[in-house]
């Protein structure tokens, strides 16, 4: 139980890598509000949801608002919300540029820039961000999630710096997943996938509880003299 009386918000907690950490985290002891736009795909007497389009910087104020208020703490955030809308740079539209902004790099802000100084008030959290193996090497028609996931290790380090000052004792951290078999993947040709799973060390894709046990790791006290890094959980991908 090494979140034993925890309380944990996931975004993006619905489906995917957000639902395998918000139930790990739930399994470990900890309370959970997992985030997102769609209900639950799954039941967890552990796991609250709450219905936040994070991209929307005022619901993001309420959502804080009802858990310091309910909660009266939090101990651990992952930043996980995220989408794509990929084209090549000269097809790409604005809108499909700004919804990936808005969500995967807007949204991060809006929602840490309430909870961080609130765990470094409380004198210590944990707060995980999720970026991708594209923030640290680019692809090809993804020119909007990749600045997003690169721009996610520069906040990473900020965060790790402010939220420590003044004793904050905040831990601040990044994982960039490698390709994992989520929804989104299980679209992709069968020929393109292994392809990707070509191009690890490992020579395979990964799955969704690969990223939650890295993320439960940063978020436990296991990880308690880490602050400021990137875990990138790729299968030792080469590109």
Do not use: H
Not at 202 to 216: D, N, T, V
């Amino acid at each position: 139980m090494r979140l034993k009386d925890k309380v944990a918000i996931v975004t993006g907690g619905a489906k995917g890598i957000g639902q395998c950490i918000a139930q790990d985290f739930a399994a470990e002891g900890a309370k959970v509000i997992a985030c997102d736009m769609t209900e639950l795909t799954y039941s967890n007497p552990n796991v609250e949801f709450y219905k936040l389009d994070v991209s929307y910087a005022d619901e993001c104020k309420k959502f804080f608002d009802y858990v310091s208020e309910k909660y009266t703490k939090a101990d651990i955030l992952v930043n996980n919300a995220g989408i794509t809308r990929d084209a090549l740079t000269r097809k790409m539209t604005d809108e499909q540029w700004s919804q990936v902004i808005n969500v995967n790099l807007d949204a991060i802000f809006y929602v840490t820039r309430y909870f961080g100084p609130f765990m470094q008030g409380a004198g210590g959290g944990s707060i995980i961000n999720i970026s991708s193996v594209v923030g640290e090497y680019g692809n090809i028609g993804q020119a909007n999630y990749a600045a997003t996931k690169s721009a996610i290790f520069g906040l990473t380090k900020t965060w790790a710096k402010e939220f420590a000052m003044k004793g904050g004792n905040v831990r601040v951290n990044a994982i960039a997943p490698g390709y994992v078999m989520t929804d989104i993947l299980k679209t992709v040709p069968q020929d393109l996938l292994d392809k990707f799973a070509g191009l690890t060390m490992l020579g395979r894709l990964g799955q969704p509880e690969e990223i939650s046990k890295a993320a439960l790791f940063l978020a436990s006290d296991d990880a308690s003299y880490i602050t400021g890094q990137t875990l990138s959980v790729n299968g030792g991908m080469r590109l």
